[in-house]
Antibody
């Protein structure tokens, strides 16, 4: 079945980096863009950015510009989200989510990963 | 880009209807028919319930409906059921390939 499986929980010190993976299966990987969404404990959802596995095109929310890099690996159908210079307020669950529609930038996401908890603490 | 504004909570008894709002600006909700709604149960990933303002993905009950007027979108849940108790988030396209979520609303089924 169509699914996104994310890597496990991470703990980092402030100032360090973290790289979260999101492995896709059950569909043609290059046909659908992937969004990354963050949710701090007890808080709402925050869109972080989007990457196209087909073209490599990326766009990021302003808040993380310069700190986030989203990449894709077609050979393993995996998308990565790396966040640098971590701060305590980056502590959150990070989700990858597939575009609802293939081949175009979609308005919504229909398949979500299970989430990856990233804790930033000294 | 600021988060869209939602009421923190809404309540209804089983069988009743509840409507929650999602207020943005003329730069996001008001300019595009790309409003989505997500349901999230505690500890779970969000689930898409409505896309393009008022369309339901396959498998979503027709008790869930969406609408939009000006800068405000709305989600209505009719015939409330206990399993509808969850957090609901709206989302809107905001131009330049940017998306923004709402602050979230907890629906309580009394």
């Amino acid at each position: 079945q169509v699914q996104l499986v994310q890597s496990g929980a991470e703990v980092r010190n402030p100032g360090a980096s973290v790289k979260v993976s999101c492995k896709a299966s059950g569909y043609i990987f290059t046909n659908y863009g992937i969004n990354w969404v963050r949710q701090a404990p007890g808080q709402g959802l925050e869109w972080m950015g989007w990457v196209s596995p087909q073209t490599g095109k990326r766009n990021y929310a302003q808040r993380d510009q310069g700190r986030v890099i989203m990449t894709t690996d077609r050979s393993t159908s995996t998308v990565y989200m790396e966040l640098r210079s971590l701060r305590s307020d980056d502590t959150a669950v990070y989700y990858c989510a597939r575009d609802r529609v293939g081949h175009i930038r979609s308005d919504s996401s229909d398949i979500w990963g299970q989430g990856t908890m990233v804790t930033v603490s000294s | 880009q600021s988060a869209l504004t939602q009421p923190p909570s809404a309540s209804g008894s089983p069988g009743q209807s509840v409507t929650i709002s999602c207020t943005g600006t003329s730069s996001d909700v008001g300019s595009y028919n790309y409003v989505s709604w997500y349901q999230q149960h505690p500890g779970k990933a969000p689930k898409l319930m409505i896309y393009e303002v008022n369309k339901r993905p396959s498998g979503v009950p027709d008790r869930f409906s969406g609408s939009k007027s000006g800068n405000t979108a709305s989600l209505t849940v009719s015939g409330l059921q206990t399993e509808d108790e969850a957090d609901y988030f709206c989302s809107s396209y905001a131009g330049s390939d940017i998306y923004v979520f709402g602050t979230g609303t907890k629906i309580n089924v009394l």
